[in-house]
Structures are given as structure tokens and as C-alpha cells.
């Protein structure tokens, strides 16, 4: 219209309010909307807690604890048939065994109002040469320390994730996730530096044979970000 307001010029933004027990298929409808958010099972404050993000008052700091698949065929369908169930995935079942396929939204995955850069304060080294006595699961074998800066205009946290490469054999997926701490509220320009560490356990894996966990040998990856 040549004398319309802007609000007649142009459809108000569609924001899609998910509250799911879990993972959802998002393709269909998620291409068409402005901004989706997911708080899955939520409680008696969750319509305050959405009026808080969506008015912008609280900046969203939340991370997928799972992946949204493109499609249902990407998820290990339920045994149905009679007599024992056959899982033969191992250890690649869930958010795992998606990593590096196309997915709708990865594992750990979420948008914020502002945005965070990362960079290492040191540079960490893991190699692991000889093996621990076997009790101690939880002694410290390795400190990583990441500056993070927010770079955005808004005031925010960000959660910070830890993610091991094991050696190969190790036969572990890709990715393991080790650890994870969100920053207090960072001002636009302000760094806070987040410490995470690395115990025993961390760089082990479960041995059938010895019925306990087993330290890696080898060079692990150190992978952190958002």
C-alpha cells in the first residue's frame, strides 16, 4: 500500500515455542520461522521464562543436550518384534553417532542474543605415556584454560563445552564431550577466562575384560567452544 505503516508493509517476525520431551523433527516448518526455541519439559514459571527471552530481559544461554535429526530414519527405531533385541551400535547410539551426517541442529547446539569469541591461554598438550595406578579415578591429569569474549552488543553467558578426540585405538566416537561451565553475565567487550580440567576417568574407557576403567595411551584432541 503506498500509505502503509510499517506494520502493514511487512508480517510481523513468527517466533515457534517448542515445549517437548525430547527430540523433535524440525523440517516442514522451522525454514519459515523468524527464531525457534526449545525448552523441552518445563514447570509452573516456564510462561514467565519465555516472556523473559522473548521481551529481552534474560538473553538465552541454553545448549542442546541432544541432536534434532533431519529425519526419523536417523534415529535407532524401537525393537518391536518378539525375542531379544539386537543393538548392535555400541557406543555410537544418540547425539554420537550423528556426528559428521547432516543433522537439523547438532548436539550442544544455541543461539544467543549476542555472540562470543574463544581463544586458548595456553595452547593445551595431551599425551598420555604411561599408565595410572588404578585407583585415583578423579586425580587431575590436565587443566585447559580458554579466554572467552563477548562480541556481541548484548549482555550474555555463554556455556563453554569440552570435547576429547581419543586415540584411535580407543575405539571411542569422534567426539566425547568432558566438560562444560557457562560465564557469569560478560558486558559487550568483557572477557572472563574459563577452567576446566581433566581427570583420570576423563581420558579412560570401560574394559569388559578387567571389569574397570582403563587409562588411553596416546594423543587425545582438546576441541572447546560454543
Not at 525454514?31 to 530481559?57: K, M, N, P, T, Y
Not at 547432516?102 to 542474543?113: C, D, E, I, R, T
Amino acid at each position: 500500500k503506498r500509505n502503509a505503516t510499517p506494520l502493514e508493509r511487512a508480517p510481523p517476525p513468527l517466533v515457534v515455542l517448542a515445549m517437548a520431551p525430547g527430540a523433535i523433527l524440525t523440517s516442514g516448518w522451522v525454514e519459515h520461522a523468524d527464531a525457534a526455541a526449545v525448552l523441552f519439559l518445563g514447570g509452573a514459571q516456564s510462561g514467565h521464562a519465555w516472556a523473559d527471552v522473548l521481551l529481552g530481559r534474560t538473553t538465552p544461554s541454553g545448549k542442546l543436550p541432544l541432536t534434532l535429526p533431519l529425519t526419523e530414519a536417523d534415529t535407532v527405531p524401537p525393537c518391536e518384534d518378539p525375542g531379544p533385541c539386537q543393538y548392535s551400535e555400541g557406543l555410537h547410539v544418540g547425539w554420537r553417532a550423528l556426528i559428521d551426517r547432516p543433522v537439523a541442529f547438532p548436539f550442544g547446539f544455541g543461539l544467543s542474543f549476542t555472540t562470543f569469541s574463544f581463544e586458548w591461554v595456553a595452547s593445551p598438550t595431551l599425551v598420555v605415556a604411561r599408565a595410572a595406578p588404578r585407583d585415583g579415578l578423579g586425580s587431575n591429569l590436565a587443566d585447559v584454560r580458554v579466554a572467552v569474549t563477548n562480541s556481541g552488543g548484548f549482555l550474555g553467558r555463554e556455556t563453554v563445552q569440552l570435547y576429547l578426540g581419543y586415540p584411535e585405538v580407543a575405539e571411542e566416537p569422534p567426539l566425547v564431550l568432558r566438560g562444560f561451565v557457562q560465564t557469569r553475565a560478560l558486558a559487550p567487550g568483557e572477557t572472563e577466562v574459563v577452567a576446566m580440567s581433566l581427570s583420570r576417568r576423563d581420558l579412560s574407557i570401560w574394559s569388559e575384560a578387567s571389569s574397570g576403567w582403563e587409562l588411553v595411551l596416546g594423543e587425545f584432541t582438546v576441541h572447546v567452544g560454543s
